[in-house]
């Protein structure tokens, strides 16, 4: 393959820095991210996503570092940046006094898009939220769950190149967050760059192509999510529950168990290519575990080796 | 029916970047107006029911004692006398609407400026916008009152043009105070509740708008100076009734230094707030 047929970057940041006086948000990170690919950003909560996703955005001035977004800097180009992305805050920042038909309208308009465009656009985002019936309801009076579908669907109101969502399933439930990554996933072949934040282990395998594992402001570790568990974790773990006074005895017994194990407050976790072996093992030893469940590994597994903390603590 | 798919263009073919950098600051105000006006029915009752009743009780009820026991007033009639003060005090009141509440709704409660600050446009022109919104409305809110004057006979139509010029001034050059005044405070709204109850609403005590200023206490008459109501009320008395006054570059020049300091403070704390 030729250089010219590579896919062109759209993100490139070299030692990115945020720092609010001593409190350092995000420690000079590296990342590049190509046209049309999807990348997450995963993390516990103050691990540095939101910071980051705010500096792509074009919305937040970076301390330190390089930033480019579709090849410019976003710090003297923020505005002419952000006509071609999409954003999906964390905190939906609806206007509560607008109905959802004027909400989508109005930010359009942001935009330069015309009134007769939007006419349409309007009506396909609203088939596209599932929120027809709600056209002319005020935001306020939406529930959680439909909010979340509206400030979707709004972010795509200019066709964004890159499309930005910052944990974009929370408060969605189930069925609604299996519908929106079957609509990520059909922008993406449309070519839209999608870049998403979350702390969802199962949304981060379904959507991403290659995503930064982030703790502490830092990148712990980089690649697809398949090869990360490849890296970092075993085939399968083997989770299994001695009551909260009987885990930390067991623990012990089990330390030559599979290739390694974690101790956590309420269950332990055994490491192993083969989870239903360690198991008969452990039945062998005498070792009777109150539940177990056998597993293959997940980005849960990875962070907890490369942090020794889980992504809910 | 298409669906959001089957039409995409991209961004780089739909959206040109020059039409908001020129006209994000119209689409501010624009929005501001939709939002303002679900609210039509009790801004139009207040826009009239406001003037007609004040000028009821204060103006021909408080006027006919104060003509009865006093004459003229600055040379005039009572209601004369109190019809350009009153236009301008409604003027820098729907400026204070426009530029204090919204503010903090903008940046902590709703954070609908975080919302447009994620498109094209940018903080300086949400604050133009919003000050396009607040001129407009105290430009409506002018004339209105102006005409109601007029039909109590407490002005003539000629003078409605001026008065309302006046009156945007005057409510821009406090606007861009309020303006800058709001957007340093953060969450809760009590310290705009505090400077409407301490500088806003006094001012209309100490600005001569039901007297003339030279029968008050020195110290009245010196707290009057910083009191941008009273410039403006001076210079619409001037206009109006041709009452003298000696300080008319005075009163120009400290309402703009009002303007001028608002503003220098407020764009720069717009743009800070939506870049941390």
Redesign the interface.
Known sequence: MTKSSEPELVIRAKGLRKTYGDFVAVAGIDFEVKRGEAFGLLGPNGAGKSTTMRMITSTLQRTEGELTILGKDPDKFGPEIRAHLGVVPQQDNLDRQLTVWENILVYGRYFGLSRKFLKNKIEELLAFAQLEEKRNVKSEELSGGMKRRLTIARGLVNEPEILLLDEPTTGLDPQARHVLWDRLFRLKELGVTLVLTTHYMDEAEQLCDRLIVMDKGQIMAEGSPAQLIKDYSSKEVLEVRFGSAGNSNAAKKLQKVGDRIEVLPDRILIYSSNGEKVLEQLTKMGLKPVTSLVRRSSLEDVFLRLTGRTLVD | ?????S??????K????????R??SF??A??RG??SF?WWMPMIAYGIGHPVLYLMSIGIGLGSLVSKNLGLVDGVPYLTFLAPALLMASALQAAVDETSFVVLQGFSW???F?????????GRQIANGLMLYAMFRVIINSIVYGVILVLFGALSWESIPGLSLLALLLGTCWGYVFMAYASYIHEEGDMLVLAMRFIVAPMFMFSGTFYELKNMPELVQNIAWASPLWHGTELARSLSYGSSDPYTFWHYAVLLGYGLIGAAFAYPQFMKR???
């Open positions: 029916m298409s669906d959001v798919f039409n995409w263009q991209g961004a780089a739909l959206v040109d970047p020059r039409k908001p950098a006209w994000g689409y501010v624009l929005a939709r939002e679900k709703e954070k609908s975080h919302a447009m600050n994620q498109t094209a446009i940018g939506l870049s941390r």
